[in-house]
């Protein structure tokens, strides 16, 4: 059963760059496209963007600027970096994978979660 | 803000049936772009409960289906059941400059 778990600073002071990993057990990380998705507080979720093992990406043209995603694939591990934080990105980040067939894409995986708040 | 909008909230009484809506546009919905659902019980990470339209992976019940018509689609819930209470979100591909993924706005079930 392929498990996802996200890890990072649960604190990041605002200017700065917030910094997650999201480590995949359970299956290979070849061959998927893997997402970061976010939700503050009380609201809905918000797509972050995703990456392709060969390192292919797309991001949300809200985020693009301060985004950046990686992937290494000898870890089984794919990163998310968000610069120039302030207290709006304060949020639950969640990595996923999306699975794709005749149906689209979608995300049968995810993992648990991880509070970020942005405060000094 | 999302480009895809449900109602708030909906509820119901044990037993009935109850049906959340998702209204896109012309450039997710309405361009032919597969609806997914995914249910979100509190504090836990979403579970996908319908993906393209109206496919239910293996563990869910029947009592969930989906169905998209032009640029909406809806989640049905049939007998209704007090562990159905929970956020429920719909996504989709957007093929305009304002997002590539979109999900929906959310909708909060209660079970009377």
């Known amino acids: 059963q392929v498990q996802l778990q996200e890890s990072g600073p649960g604190l990041v002071k605002p200017s700065e760059t917030l910094s997650l990993t999201c480590t995949v057990s359970g299956g290979s990380i070849s061959s998927y496209y893997w997402s970061w998705i976010r939700q503050p507080a009380g609201k809905g979720l918000e797509w972050i963007g995703r990456?392709?093992?060969?390192?292919?990406?797309n991001y949300n043209p809200s985020l693009k600027s301060r985004v950046t995603m990686s992937v290494d694939t000898s870890k089984n591990q794919f990163s998310l970096k968000l610069s120039s934080v302030t207290a709006a990105d304060t949020a639950v980040y969640y990595c996923?994978?999306?699975?794709?067939?005749?149906?689209?894409?979608?995300?049968?995986?995810w993992g648990q979660g991880t509070l970020v708040t942005v405060s000094s | 803000q999302s480009v895809l909008t449900q109602p708030p909230s909906v509820s119901g009484a044990p037993g009935q049936r109850v049906t959340i809506s998702c209204t896109g546009s012309?450039?997710?919905?309405?361009?032919?772009?597969?609806v997914h659902w995914y249910q979100q019980l509190p504090g836990t990470a979403p579970k996908l409960l319908i993906y393209g339209n109206s496919n239910r992976p293996s563990g869910v019940p029947d009592r969930f289906s989906g169905s998209k018509s032009g640029t909406s689609a809806s989640l049905a819930i049939t007998g209704l059941q007090a562990e159905d209470e929970a956020d429920y979100y719909c996504q989709s591909y957007d093929s305009s400059l304002s997002a590539f993924y979109v999900f929906g706005t959310g909708t909060k079930v209660t079970v009377l």
């Open positions: 990456i392709y093992t060969s390192g292919s990406t």
């Open positions: 012309s450039s997710n919905i309405g361009a032919g772009y597969d």
């Open positions: 996923a994978r999306e699975d794709y067939d005749s149906s689209g894409y979608y995300y049968n995986y």
